[in-house]
């Protein structure tokens, strides 16, 4: 079974901060993604990446997998009440469309005024 | 906007009826997944369909749910008979057919069982 570790599990922040997120596993995956889930809703994705070492920026927030394919960090610049939700990074197994994936245990982020 | 959409977005139920949640994937996408989120235990994949044949449900309880797909607009996940333990909210996404895995939720079945 392959697992995601994501790091904090909870953050509480003012306006105007920086902050990162941190997504880990023991085992390598072909691509991951960030989603962003609000009170209600499905997750939605953010971004995917592919590549070892690859880095992605999406305004304010910029994404990295790790080297050997098995880590990635979220890092959001100037936090703002916008940003507040729940932040998930999900790895697929295999290549193509027909990947399993596994979902990360969450980030759960408060960007206060 | 393509969306995926399901229904009924909430059902209250009584333990040992049976329960059935319908998904109508975006048009194109190729893969399903069920998924179920708890605070506990948040995504659990329960089962998920390429070209609407069964790739793993393994993260199902095979005594209870079932999952199908009777064409390519429809997915269905019924249990039965339902347990108070079934609470969860339900979310169905589709996967192109082109691209990385991605996954496209809909906006899920809130499911209480009392």
């Known amino acids: 079974t392959q697992l995601l570790e994501q790091s904090p599990q909870f953050l509480s922040i003012q306006e105007g901060e920086n902050l990162t997120v941190y997504c880990n596993s023991s085992s390598v995956f072909s691509s991951l993604q960030w989603y962003r889930q609000e009170p209600g809703e499905g997750p939605v994705l953010l971004v995917t990446?592919?590549?070892?070492?690859e880095v992605k920026k999406l305004k304010r927030l910029t994404f990295q997998f790790g080297d050997a394919r098995k880590d990635s960090s979220l890092h959001i610049t100037a936090a703002q009440p916008g940003d507040t939700g729940l932040y998930l990074c999900?790895?697929?197994?295999?290549?193509?469309?027909?990947?399993?994936?596994?979902f990360g245990t969450g980030t759960r982020l408060q960007v206060t005024l | 906007d393509a969306r995926v959409t399901q229904t009924p977005r909430h059902k209250v139920t009584e333990m040992g009826q049976e329960v059935t949640m319908r998904c109508q994937p975006i048009l194109g996408h190729n893969t399903v997944f069920w998924y179920r989120q708890t605070m506990m235990q948040g995504l659990e994949l329960l089962a998920y369909?390429?070209?609407?044949?069964?790739?793993?449900d393994s993260g199902m309880p095979k005594d209870r749910f079932s999952a199908e797909m009777p064409d390519a607009t429809l997915a269905t996940l019924k249990i039965q008979p339902s347990e108070p333990r079934d609470s969860a909210v339900y979310f169905c996404?589709?996967?192109?057919?082109?691209?990385?895995?991605?996954?496209?939720f809909g906006q899920g079945t809130r499911l209480t069982v009392v």
């Open positions: 990446v592919v590549t070892g070492g």
């Open positions: 996404a589709s996967g192109p057919r082109d691209g990385y895995a991605e996954a496209f």
């Open positions: 999900a790895g697929a197994g295999n290549t193509g469309t027909a990947s399993k994936l596994t």
């Open positions: 369909f390429r070209n609407r044949a069964p790739l793993d």
